[in-house]
């Protein structure tokens, strides 16, 4: 009998920031109507589900990661019933969508901290992380925002500091409080109700923070420039005791629901971030693995040890996945360059696992330009070079007026990035050696080879230190992938004969010796093996 394997282990999901994706009615910021215009696209290029950073109500302190009403769309993005159409021509498509679920805070604007602020007694009060303020009048404890700056607001009104782990109008929820948790589990429902496929959930391995609030750690390593998010350790406002629990019970929710998935945004080391599948893979389906974008630098060995270390310590029976952009970190394009961009997308598309490509990264985006004035991003706020703006610029569909993104009399919400008028969507479709038709050959590789989906995974050892090799194998079918992680030419010795499937540069094809297998500087290989 064959194993059948659920959508969201032998699919590729999709992530798209609503607001730079597309703009369905011209007023500059992408809309859910807009993203419905598209999905024939992403039907062409061959993904499987999409996941949708957030589109409720928000006064976009945090671009929607402010939350004033988990169960309604924000009219920026739409309405309800954009929303239903689009779930509703994605599932006609065979696509699944995703929605971002933000849990560990609301807005400050939301009805529940409004009630929550309006005084001690308040029932809604414990619904938030409430604190004296120190013997001295500050803060309670040392905890610092991810943002910037002290994690605690006064509240003149009522005497006491909240908690906001992230910007000042993000309070954070008391998820201690089994109403908080049952409200939550209530908007999980709303959701799968009105038929989503799953969760991306915000930010999960934060939701519990130490209840005698002691303070955390400060790194030393920590220098003015760095992400203010590391300065310290945050031994007691990450990844604390009890949350374990919680994540199973949001779990069992889901699993009231058929096959729906579970997706963990955890940036974690590999050992604690594999404790979020479960010890009885009851948690998290995909906890997802930052390691590509986390990484000290992207070097051969360095990815193979974090591969290998990835690949051999996940619990029997977890399924892996791999994640190279999204939109809290440069693209890929621009950390590696756009030549070392392509060798990342075959190594993203070829591993075990599921991965998660982010808007534009199909076409090989770079970082746009942001002027300082024009910064929106309250993390960029605070600090200018940690802005996330530039990863979010808009959508390069053609080289017409504002890259077919939103009418050319309008101004997009963030300028477009400079190398628009070549890396596009249109531009990119008729060109045989493009980024993007890279993407979208690896994509159909990928599901049509059993290997590349659902076979083992084993790297290989070899002499050449500026390249990681590794085989995926089902039953008789054998492939290898050689990638070449530096600028210069190489040169990877191996036994047998192979037939070159695909190279990076989509200018090569034909039997060859493995014993001296060249590669260009910035190339990568996949290879059928033949005996
Ligand atoms: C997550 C999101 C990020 C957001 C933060 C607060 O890290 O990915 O964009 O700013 O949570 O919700």
Redesign the pocket.
């Given at each position: 009998m064959t194993q059948t394997y659920p959508w969201w282990q032998t699919g590729v999901i999709y992530q798209i920031y609503p607001r730079s994706f597309m703009d369905g009615n011209g007023d500059g910021v992408g809309d859910l109507p807009g993203i419905t215009s598209r999905l024939d696209y992403l039907r062409w290029l061959g993904v499987d589900a999409i996941w949708l950073s957030p589109i409720y109500p928000s006064p976009m302190a945090?671009f929607g990661?402010d939350i004033a009403n988990y169960t309604a769309v924000d009219p920026l993005f739409g309405t309800m019933q954009d929303m239903d159409t689009l779930i509703q021509q994605a599932h006609s498509r065979d696509l699944k969508i995703i929605l971002d679920f933000?849990p560990?805070?609301t807005s400050d604007e939301h009805p529940w901290f409004q009630e929550a602020r309006a005084s001690r007694e308040n029932a809604k009060r414990d619904w938030y992380i409430w604190h004296d303020p120190a013997s001295d009048g500050g803060p309670p404890n040392n905890w610092t925002s991810?943002f910037g700056g002290s994690a605690w607001q006064f509240d003149a009104q009522t005497g006491q500091y909240y908690l906001h782990l992230?910007d000042v109008k993000?309070p954070d929820l008391n998820w201690r409080n089994p109403r908080v948790q049952e409200a939550m589990f209530d908007v999980m429902r709303f959701w799968l109700d009105r038929g989503i496929d799953g969760f991306r959930v915000?930010?999960l391995w934060l939701l519990l923070k130490d209840d005698q609030f002691r303070d955390n750690l400060m790194n030393p390593d920590w220098k003015p420039g760095d992400l203010p998010s590391a300065r310290q350790e945050k031994i007691h406002t990450e990844d604390q005791p009890g949350i374990h629990e919680l994540v199973r019970k949001m779990r069992s929710v889901l699993d009231g629901y058929g096959e729906r998935v579970f997706i963990g945004?955890i940036y974690l080391s590999i050992p604690r971030l594999l404790n979020y599948y479960g010890e009885m893979l009851d948690e998290a389906h995909l906890p997802f693995n930052f390691q590509f974008i986390t990484m000290p630098n992207w070097h051969a060995q360095t990815i193979r040890q974090i591969v290998d270390e990835y690949e051999t310590t996940l619990p029997n029976g977890a399924w892996p996945n791999w994640v190279l952009g999204?939109?809290?970190r440069a693209r890929i394009a621009t950390r590696v360059g756009s030549e070392q961009a392509r060798v990342a997308q075959m190594l993203l598309l070829t591993l075990r696992g599921t991965p998660t490509c982010y808007y534009g990264d199909e076409l090989g985006m770079q970082n746009g330009n942001v002027p300082p004035e024009m910064i929106s991003d309250p993390?960029g706020k605070e600090n200018p070079e940690h802005s996330?703006d530039p990863i979010r610029t808009p959508m390069q569909w053609d080289s017409g007026p504002n890259a077919g993104f939103c009418p050319a009399t309008v101004s997009p919400w963030l300028p477009l990035a400079d190398d628009y008028q070549t890396c596009n969507v249109a531009s990119e479709q008729n060109d045989p050696r493009s980024f993007l038709t890279l993407t979208r050959t690896l994509l159909d590789l990928r599901r049509s080879l059993f290997a590349l989906t659902i076979g083992s995974f084993q790297s290989i050892d070899q002499d050449n230190n500026s390249c990681f090799v590794y085989q995926r194998q089902h039953n008789e079918q054998h492939y290898l992938v050689v990638l070449n992680i530096s600028v210069q030419e190489q040169t990877v010795k191996l036994p047998g004969q192979g037939r070159i499937v695909l190279s990076t540069y989509l200018d090569r094809e034909g039997s060859l010796d493995l014993s001296t297998l060249h590669l260009r500087g910035n190339e990568g290989y996949l290879l059928e093996k033949l005996f």
């Open positions: 945090d990661y933000v560990n805070h991810y992230f993000q915000d930010v945004e999204n939109h809290d993390q996330r």
